[in-house]
């Protein structure tokens, strides 16, 4: 094989190469409102499906508790108090095992409350971690955790 013939394969191989990478698809994170959009269209979820989140409610007289009365519970914590309530929300890269034995890419999204007193001690907290689709960002069943 002659230098040009070595040189041409080289040079195709590189732009093989190239177009590979430009054309990886890369997950983008998902934004904060969309993270919060996909949580609150799941509020109609019965947490009594959900295994890791199945919540009950003092306050609430109700047999089937939905994802969006114990956000209705975690969220008020401090109402009408000098308590003060932070929320801090994250996603990362993850998987999740569907039903059916085979292992998604996902993106793990949590919310964390934090309720503190005007001295800043801790009183308590509580999570809510679940996934998204990693390319359309809805929220996956049974990923829901609660904490």
Not at 109 to 124: H, P, Q, R, S, W
Request: with cysteine; aromatic share 6%; hydrophobic share 40%.
């Amino acid at each position: 094989m002659d230098n040009a013939a070595i040189k041409h394969i080289g040079m195709s191989l590189l732009l093989f190469f190239v177009a590979c990478v430009t054309n990886a698809e890369v997950a983008k994170k998902p934004s904060g409102e969309i993270v919060f959009q996909s949580l609150l269209s799941a509020g109609n979820i019965e947490l009594s499906n959900e295994p890791l989140c199945n919540m009950s409610s003092i306050s609430m007289n109700k047999q089937n508790l939905l994802l969006s009365d114990h956000l209705a519970t975690i969220l008020s914590s401090s109402f009408e108090s000098e308590n003060k309530t932070t929320l801090t929300t994250s996603c990362s890269k993850s998987k999740h095992d569907l039903t059916d034995s085979k292992v998604i890419d996902v993106w793990d999204c949590m919310l964390v409350i934090n309720e503190n007193n005007l001295e800043k001690a801790f009183i308590t907290s509580s999570t809510v971690a679940f996934s998204l689709d990693k390319d359309n960002y809805a929220f996956i069943d049974n990923s829901l955790r609660c904490f």
